[in-house]
């Protein structure tokens, strides 16, 4: 029945899920349509809306594509290679595979960061495919790759968790009306790492549960051998003019490398600063560089990695625009408030996740999300009484749920890994239906 189900959702999103730009276009059209019929928003407004907003993710577009560049220019570095095809060489058997590659990206995901957690996800799936195929075990790679992005449903759980983080820094935004709530009541405690633990233990093992049948299973691509095969044998050009000595030279990479050792310890020893994208993208770029031949050699690899992600550049501004009016013209405001009229303090949490879950469709941000739901959230939570850290939580859980069935933040796995939205969005949706059960029984236990 399992598998019957399974099928039915892969072929529907393998028929009916354009490319992922498309679906860009569609939300972007689709947010037109009812800030300007559920508001009092004029057309000429929402464009003025729209243009306004369409460049406000430039920062993060960077920070996303550098992560894509640098984690894939890292990976295919030699020594990462060994290090990589040794770890995928324990896996003997399909279901092995899959269980391994979920049970990686939960852990980059929860104790390193989400764009780690995607990245880490994303290399290892394609690693594990490749050897898969020299081995002959027959590993659906679709599936693998749905593996890799599934981890990402507990991010908002973990170390880098933007929203129990934000309310716990001094000065937040909303610091007015709840307060400092310390990381003791959200993150630390025993009622989130018993949800989390039960995803950990449970999610790998459903994913695996999907796997097709050994003839259907599609395997990675010749394409994506032979892109891995051009970014192993990234060759040095050696002359013997003083300009390619220096383009070759190992040497020239050591004064980076230790200026960037340096500024990580400064980093996390006496600033006891966590991990974010930038901190990500740093470290990716200091570890590559120390593990390439020469200059020459990581900028090879560089450009290999960037013929992968230029397509994806253009659905981030379109992202921008749709989160912008969403909030410009109201309808955030509008979800959420439809979810707390209908709330009591002990229903509120609930209402919470899936107005969360909701708006994250159209907001694919946990910072940005936050900042349109919080502040309406938090009020509702003070005025009637309700769970102030369960409520925000329960809205970082509804943000992270419904990224499972979003294309948006799949882009670093699909560039990676080579695939579209709709070759795991059929798998990604199981892994969506399992995972949203866990978190509401969660939540009406604690309640």
């Known amino acids: 029945m399992l598998a019957r189900f399974t099928n039915g959702l892969v ?29 009092e928003t004029e057309p000429v407004a929402a464009v003025a809306i729209w243009g306004d907003n369409l460049w406000n993710l430039l920062e993060f ?42 049970f990686v990206s939960l852990l980059s995901s929860f104790f390193g960061s989400g764009g780690f957690g995607l990245v880490a ?12 195929r020299e081995r002959n075990i027959p590993v659906h790679y679709p599936l693998l790759v749905a593996c890799a992005y599934s981890g990402f449903v507990i991010w908002h759980q973990g170390l880098s968790a933007t929203i129990p ?33 039960i995803i950990f233990l449970t999610l790998p093992f459903v994913m695996a549960r999907l796997r097709p049948a050994d003839e259907a299973c599609r395997p990675i691509s010749n394409s994506s051998l032979a892109e891995n095969s051009e970014s192993r044998s990234a060759d040095i050009h050696e002359t013997h003019t003083p300009a390619a000595r220096f383009e070759n030279s190992r040497w020239l990479n050591l004064p980076i490398v230790v200026a960037g050792l340096v500024f990580l310890y400064i980093q996390f020893v006496e600033r006891g600063t966590g991990l974010n994208l930038n901190i990500i993208n740093f470290s990716f770029l200091i570890l590559g560089v120390a593990l390439s031949r020469s200059p020459l050699h990581y900028l090879t690899l560089i450009v290999n990695a960037a013929r992968m992600a230029g397509p994806f550049l253009l659905q981030y501004p379109l992202y921008a625009g749709i989160a912008g009016l969403i ?7 509008m979800v959420v408030d439809l979810f707390v009229q209908i709330s009591s303090p002990t229903t509120l949490p609930i209402t919470s996740f899936f107005s969360g879950a909701v708006l994250n469709l159209f907001v694919p941000s946990g910072g940005g999300q936050w900042a349109i739901q919080g502040p309406i959230a938090m009020q509702a939570a003070t005025e009637l009484g309700a769970n102030i850290p369960l409520t925000a939580m329960a809205v970082a859980f509804g943000d992270q749920w419904t990224n499972l069935i979003h294309p948006f933040l799949a882009i670093p796995v699909l560039a990676i890994t080579g695939l579209q939205a709709r070759d795991i969005m059929g798998y990604c949706a199981i892994a969506f239906l399992f995972t949203g059960v866990i978190f509401l029984i969660s939540l009406l236990i604690l309640i």
């Open 121 to 132: 996800g994303a290399i290892i799936a394609r690693t594990v495919g490749i050897v898969a």
């Open 11 to 39: 072929v529907f999103f393998d028929r009916w899920m354009p490319d992922a730009l498309v679906v860009a276009l569609v939300l972007t059209a689709i947010t037109f349509a009812l800030g300007i019929g559920l508001t």
């Open 327 to 333: 909030a410009g013209t109201g309808l955030a405001q």
């Open 165 to 197: 983080l934000t309310i716990a820094t001094p000065g937040h935004f909303l610091e007015g009306t709840i307060g400092i709530i310390p990381s003791s009541e959200t993150l630390l405690t025993p009622w989130n790492a018993a949800v989390a633990g």
């Open 61 to 102: 577009t960077n920070q996303v594509i550098l992560i894509i560049l640098l984690g894939y220019a890292l990976a295919q570095t030699t020594a990462m290679q060994k290090v990589l095809r040794g770890a995928a060489g324990l896996v003997t058997t399909p279901s092995g595979a899959y269980v391994t590659v979920t």
